[in-house]
């Protein structure tokens, strides 16, 4: 493997973003006259803080600013796996950090740098989970592993399943096949399940690769007429796992290969796990035979997470983010709003974590809101005034009409200025809109109301819990 330390050389180096937080203070918009350089080594610095030095070291720290044009970042790796690496794993957050630097910036490109290559191969030698890797397939991420795999009903099928082939033992189906739609953890529990197995049974041959790398191997390996050691190198596999294996639909000679794969894999009793975005009945363009052999084996399917799973999946996250505080409000805020699927939960948990360091401001709810304001969009339903005024006379037990009415007691005042800020808070809505909508009132006795509750809840911790309760319940 060629990764490295030199590697970065045409790069100031990072020289002390030793486990710190660094760009406290850096605003979201840096000037003009800021180089793409310097931005690099901000966000240089912010990755390792974020991943740790072990990450880093082995993926990021090669990775070299090549050039900036118009809207494009140019980023150079050493070697083809290396930068496949890079474009699968941190393509989006290198595009999102570089966004937050520099707002013109909406493209992250990640070419190999045959440059950066001598560099590299001079370097010190390889951490040790670098050095593991396979000869063939690719290499399996150290964060995906049965112990940061959270699991709930939604999963639980899958994961027994995973592990019992994890374990070495003998083992009543194969293939094992993993399907659900995407972001819900099937690549995580394959690589799980490589991490494992190797412990379990030292020396086993482990090859993971996509489907789709699969049939860009074995063109390029019918291209250089060598399709024989292409066949040995997978049939040697004791566990062989092809993922997203609906990418091979309708590529004849592709599937065609992948049968004997499968075929010869199962008979010589090693063991086989495939995933797929679809249950085997749904997968159009795959050949019968392969389908039926499918069926021999166990399939097992992934839901969506219910709301505890997301939150114990959340929990589970912030323990790889452990500078960072975020409050429970937060937390919750997340599981409910992020449905859709876990990759995009634990992207919007590493997105308010990094807009936070980057702004050098804390986690709130209202943060939160702002960095996510584009993906809430998509989840957010409309929170209307009446909806807002029925919720909040309900929880002061006060009757909507006094809310709206003309008293100045101070016992509907309080519960109204609550309503009025909400209002504002949780709805488009103009203050002059608002106001009309408290009977009849002027948008300055609407502003005087989100001020004085806004000065309340800094002292006034029952207040503040109040608003934090009654978010929850409007907004959910
Ligand atoms: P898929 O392959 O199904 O598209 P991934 O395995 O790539 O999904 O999962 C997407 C992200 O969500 C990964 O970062 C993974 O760690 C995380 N994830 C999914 N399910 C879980 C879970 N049950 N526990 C912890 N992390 C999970
Ligand atoms: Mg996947």
Known sequence: MTHGKQAGKRCVPVTDAAGRSPAQGVSLFLSGTDSAESIWQTIRAHLRAEYGARTYDSWLKPLALVSVDADTVTLGSPTHFTADWIRSHFAERLRLLWAAQSPAVRHVRIVVENGLRAAAAESAPAPAAVREEPAFGVALEPRYTFDSFVVGKANELAYNAARTVAEGGPIDFNPLFLHGTTGLGKTHLMHAIGWQIRSAMPGAKVVYMSAEKFMVEFVSAMRDKDTLSFKHRLRSADLLMIDDVQFIAGKDS?????????????????????????????????????????????????????????????????????????????????????????????????????????????????????????????????????????????????????????RRAREVARPRQVAMFLAKRLTPRSLPDIGRRFGGRDHTTVMHAVKRIEELRADDSELDADITRLTRIIDA
């Open 254 to 406: 592709t599937q065609e290969e992948f049968f004997h794969t499968m075929n010869e894999i199962i008979s010589a009793g090693k063991r086989l796990v495939i995933t797929a975005d679809r249950s085997p009945q749904n997968l159009e363009g795959i050949e019968n035979r392969i389908l039926s052999r499918l069926a021999w084996g166990l399939v097992a399917d992934i839901n969506p997470a219910d709301y505890e799973l997301r939150l114990s999946i959340l929990l589970e996250k912030m323990k790889r983010l452990p500078g960072a505080t975020v409050g429970e409000d937060v937390i919750d805020f997340l599981a409910r709003k992020i449905t859709s699927n876990v990759r995009e939960l634990e992207g919007a948990l590493n997105r308010i974590v990094a807009y936070s360091t980057l702004v050098g401001k804390p986690i709130d709810l209202d943060f939160a809101r702002q960095v996510l304001a584009d993906v809430l969009k998509a989840h957010d339903r409309k929170v209307t005034i009446d909806e807002i005024q029925r919720k909040v006379a309900d929880y002061y037990a006060i009757k909507l009409s006094d809310l709206l009415s003309a």
